[in-house]
Nanobody, 126 residues
Framework: QVHLAESGGGSVQAGGSLRLSCAHPAWTAKWNCMAWFRQSPGGRERERVASIQMGDDTIKYPRSVTGRFAISRDLAENTIYLQMNSLKPEDTGMYYC??????????????????WGQGIQVTVSS
């Protein structure tokens, strides 16, 4: 199991911002994809909120966060970031960093990602 270490969660009011970080081993920089998923309170499935294809920096977001969330990476620090702006109460949940070693695209479904961080809580109050 690859160690992915998330940090940066917390509680904010609606309209606020948070930045999540995911530190990953240097050798995973050549993997196919890194992504952020979230699981809402009581939610059964983890929803992908951002992904970045490591080979060509192709980025994907669902409509629910487009324009508010931004994924980026720092090659020198071996870290993936998720900048979250204009946060809404419905953004509340556990956020997970995930890695997909192989493939041609960043998959939407969590089942395609074998490596996960421990998760970090984000709470947005109205």
């Amino acid at each position: 199991q690859v160690h992915l270490a998330e940090s940066g969660g917390g509680s904010v009011q609606a309209g606020g911002s948070l930045r999540l970080s995911c530190a990953h081993p240097a050798w995973t920089a050549k993997w196919n994809c890194m992504a952020w998923f979230r699981q809402s309170p009581g939610g059964r499935e983890r929803e992908r909120v951002a992904s970045i294809q490591m080979g060509d920096d192709t980025i994907k977001y669902p409509r629910s966060v487009t324009g508010r969330f931004a994924i980026s990476r720092d090659l020198a620090e071996n870290t993936i970031y998720l900048q979250m702006n204009s946060l809404k109460p419905e953004d509340t949940g556990m956020y997970y960093c995930a890695a997909e070693p192989t493939g041609w695209i960043c998959d939407k479904l969590s089942k395609h990602y074998p490596h996960w961080g421990q998760g970090i809580q984000v709470t947005v109050s109205s």
